[in-house]
Nanobody, 128 residues
Framework: QVQLVESGGGLVQAGDSLRLSCAASGLTFSINNCGWFRQAPGKEREFVAT????????YYSDSVKGRFTIFRDSAKSTMYLQMNRLKSEDTAVYYC?????????????????????WGQGTQVTVSS
């Protein structure tokens, strides 16, 4: 099992920056893929960004590309989501996720079903 704990959410103004953290523990050697998803009220959970657990292999949703960066501190087994130039439409609960993918394709990494482990979520609210 892998445990994921997010932190770093909060209330910010449009144009501000925020960094989310996701601390992983447990059997982290069993995962090769990790990422971030978000869910706004009344909407389905949607893909935000992903990366290889070992580094590299990043993909982003079109809505955040160029503004958000996913990266990892391997020494701390912690994954981050740096969010810049935040917009009101970025308001959502953000979840980190991890799992093992046999074939890490651009399609597969965008599916929630591709992830075995999820954090509890952290609220990000962007006021306009």
């Amino acid at each position: 099992q892998v445990q994921l704990v997010e932190s770093g959410g909060g209330l910010v103004q449009a144009g501000d920056s925020l960094r989310l953290s996701c601390a992983a523990s447990g059997l982290t050697f069993s995962i090769n893929n990790c990422g971030w998803f978000r869910q706004a009220p009344g909407k389905e959970r949607e893909f935000v960004a992903t990366m290889n657990w070992s580094g590299g292999g990043t993909y982003y949703s079109d809505s955040v590309k160029g503004r958000f960066t996913i990266f990892r501190d391997s020494a701390k087994s912690t994954m981050y989501l740096q969010m810049n130039r935040l917009k009101s439409e970025d308001t959502a609960v953000y979840y980190c996720a991890a799992g093992f993918l046999e074939s890490r394709t651009q399609t597969a990494v965008r599916r929630t079903a591709s992830y075995d482990y999820w954090g509890q979520g952290t609220q990000v609210t962007v006021s306009s």
